[in-house]
């Protein structure tokens, strides 16, 4: 039997608070950890970039999409050269636009505040020439919608959301709310949440929108100071505990069990985040050691900056777009292959050049065992 949305029920007005204040406290901590690491790096947009494309990963993820990291990075570096059959090519493209929209995100909320008008914006970006675009890009639903295995009819379906005569309604709820004097922005933050997933305001692409809102709030209530938090990772380890808890508020009025769900996994992410931040932050300062050593080059700074925001690239990139003469670029590549710096991923052939990776980077921000 469906579980249909719950009308006239947010906000809360009866969360339990003992239950949920013991776990705020470490999650605000961990969060605060990570954004010391986060004001430490020196350029966090170049040398997060990797965990900015995994966090796409990992979010399209859960949507079902397949597409790894490596795959994204190859096909962005190398374009459709007949590695990746149309079913992958497709999420990857999918990735990609998730990526696009985080990162217009911040140029959107340099202009606005948080907001629907954000939201449809970074939706239509989100479903821009993939799967999604014949499904109103940036625009609210107008018909019912409703969750359940492909093809279902409604009484089938595991969840149904809000009627689409009543979700402008909703959404200005919803709006209102982030902007709303509460008790505690990360217990805020877990009703937000909730409730756009609840609400489901467009015909595709609710789940990874609402996904992308949890850094960008974040960030605009200050206690991010980039909006670079990787929350998806989280979700995504157990998908189907995350999808029982969205659903246990309207079926059950089970708020304070979601709060303490959602607070556990932003302790968890946040505490992750900062190991693999300070990882990465390590592995730059241990570059910028071995790489002058290993190039003899005046243009070392350029050359590591080069491979942490592009850990997988064409040689042919390295030598026309890295501001390094191309001459010296062509010098520093098999350099940095022999120092064990790069692998050739794929060798050059005929007009097509190499194709390179930055091994230690990746494995880091995939979170396994260097390769």
């Given at each position: 039997?469906?579980?249909?949305?719950?009308?006239?029920?947010?906000?809360?007005?009866?969360?339990?608070?003992?239950?949920?204040?013991?776990?705020?406290?470490?999650?605000?901590?961990?969060?605060?950890r990570y954004d010391g690491i986060l004001k430490a790096l020196p350029n966090a947009n170049l040398l997060l970039s990797?965990?900015?494309?995994?966090?796409?990963?990992?979010?399209?993820r859960i949507e079902g999409t397949q597409a790894t990291m490596g795959e994204v990075l190859e096909y962005e570096a190398a374009?459709?050269?007949?590695?990746?059959?149309?079913?992958?090519?497709?999420?990857?493209?999918?990735v990609l636009n998730y990526r696009r929209a985080m990162h217009e995100a911040t140029d959107l909320l340099d202009k606005f505040p948080l907001s629907q008008r954000v939201i449809k914006a970074l939706h239509g970006i989100l479903l821009s020439g993939v799967r999604g675009q014949n499904k109103s890009p940036g625009e609210y639903r107008k018909?019912?919608?409703?969750?359940?295995?492909a093809g279902c009819a409604i009484e089938d379906a595991y969840f149904v959301p809000i009627s689409a005569d009543k979700l402008i309604a909703g959404m200005d709820a919803w709006e209102k709310f982030i902007h709303a004097d509460f008790l505690d922005i990360l217990v805020q933050l877990a009703l937000l949440h909730v409730e756009f997933e609840a609400l489901h305001p467009f015909l595709d692409g609710n789940g990874r929108i609402g996904r992308m809102f949890i850094p960008l709030f974040l960030w605009q209530k200050g206690l991010i100071s980039q909006p670079t938090f990787y929350v998806s990772a989280g979700f995504e380890k157990d998908r189907n505990s995350y999808y029982a808890n969205l659903r246990s508020v309207s079926q059950k009025n089970l708020w304070t069990e979601w709060c303490v769900f959602?607070?556990?996994?932003?302790?968890?992410?946040?505490?992750?985040?900062?190991?693999?931040?300070?990882?990465?932050?390590?592995?730059?300062?241990?570059?910028?050691?071995?790489?002058?050593?290993?190039?003899?080059?005046?243009?070392?700074?350029?050359?590591?900056?080069?491979?942490?925001?592009?850990?997988i690239f064409m040689g042919s990139d390295f030598i026309n777009k890295s501001s390094i003469p191309p001459a010296t670029a062509r010098r520093i590549l098999p350099l940095l292959v022999e120092g064990?710096?790069?692998?050739?991923?794929?060798?050059?052939?005929?007009?097509?050049?190499?194709?390179?990776?930055?091994?230690?980077?990746?494995?880091?921000?995939?979170?396994?065992?260097?390769?």
């Open positions: 039997m469906a579980i249909h949305y719950h009308y006239d029920a947010f906000p809360p007005k009866n969360l339990q608070w003992e239950k949920i204040i013991p776990l705020v406290g470490p999650a605000s901590a961990a969060i605060a990797p965990l900015t494309t995994q966090e796409a990963v990992l979010s399209s374009g459709d050269i007949g590695q990746f059959d149309e079913s992958l090519k497709a999420d990857i493209k999918e018909t019912p919608n409703w969750i359940g295995p959602f607070l556990d996994v932003l302790r968890t992410q946040a505490e992750e985040n900062t190991e693999k931040a300070t990882g990465i932050l390590k592995l730059y300062d241990d570059m910028k050691g071995l790489v002058p050593q290993t190039i003899n080059s005046q243009y070392t700074i350029q050359t590591v900056e080069w491979i942490f925001n592009v850990p064990g710096v790069l692998r050739i991923m794929r060798q050059a052939r005929g007009r097509r050049s190499a194709l390179y990776a930055f091994p230690e980077l990746l494995n880091l921000a995939e979170g396994r065992t260097l390769v």
